[in-house]
């Protein structure tokens, strides 16, 4: 379509300030950034779009000896998003290090150059070290949308410079940008849901419960695959996305987007009865696999199956109504969906195929078919 735009009408399309976006740049004082972050009216240091920390202690440590040494880091980028109110848009671990460390709750590790400062915090470090990194400052560029547009064209905005800056070097995933773009009640529900311990148990995430505390993570939480760059999150959207018959369009990357921009401002009421259908059918998935749940064995081990869970779940959601039977007929139920993935050919089209719309369409009826000869 761009291609059919006259150069007066390129022209104008440039002048009104669409994906175009104003700067500032301006450089802040270690200290000034904790009371940025503390007086919650500056900074929003954690963001719901924003990728789980992933830092170890020593790549934090790293950091702070660099700011010592005034060695330049690159700078963070913040996305105005309301008059004096701003997105860590690429930077977040930088700035969260730095709150870290001036909380006392970073112990120095692994530094080569500063040995001498293993195993202090910044409480610990000699009154003149504490002076000298006082004085350190971080560049920030500040960006600001130029010209007012509606929420879809800002997210496009957002989305466009979230994939372009992560200086960092590591891209946001998908599921990332989706929490990115469509934060909201929904977001919140999929990460909460993710957090659910039957859930974690099944999936063989460190509990939630047991690994968060105040807001930090424990290591086995945070260095888990899932949990790492919301795989988790990504895993309960999935049934949202694709329990939805008629939205089964396109690619998948297509189809969970659009489950969360549809869903992205759902309800009280309606976020309730969301809750309820996915714990249900997760928990009647328990109940009828036991310790093979959303497992196949195509050799001598069992492996946790995408695709299976998928099938699994939206087939127990259209028959939720009759949980009590079907839970009657576990035995029955559980070895015919065994026998079903011995088959070469069936397991090909439940587990092997590749994920597309047709591939999503035909496993789902497949698992469900079983289910329903076995009642």
Known sequence: MANKLTDREIEELYDSGRYRLAQERNDFLLPQILDFVNGKNWINLHPEYQRRLVWDAKKKSRLIESLLMNIPIPPVFLFEYDLNRYEVMDGQQRLSTIVEFYENRLTLRGLETWNALNGRTYAD??????????????????????????????????RIVFERLNTGGQNLNPQELRNCLYSGPFNDLLTDLAGDRLFNELWEIPPYEDNIRSGRVNAGLREN??????????LVLRFFAFRRRSKLKGSVRSILDACMRDLKNATEDEIAELRKAFL????????IFGDETFRTKPE????????????????????GDRGVLLVKRRARISAAVMKLLQNAEEY???????NTAAAIKERQDKIEAVFRENL
């Open 280 to 287: 249900s059918r997760l928990s009647l998935a328990r109940e």
């Open 300 to 319: 001598s081990d069992w492996r946790l199956s995408k695709p299976l869970y998928d099938a699994v779940m939206v087939a127990l959601d259209r028959l």
């Open 125 to 158: 470090c000699p009154p003149r070290i504490c002076r000298g990194l006082d004085r350190r400052r971080v560049s920030a560029t500040i960006l600001l949308v130029e010209s007012g547009r509606d929420e879809a064209e800002d997210n496009d905005v957002r």
């Open 348 to 354: 090909e089209v439940i587990v092997g195929r590749p």
């Open 225 to 234: 695959k899932l949990y790492k760059r919301m795989g988790d999150c990504e």
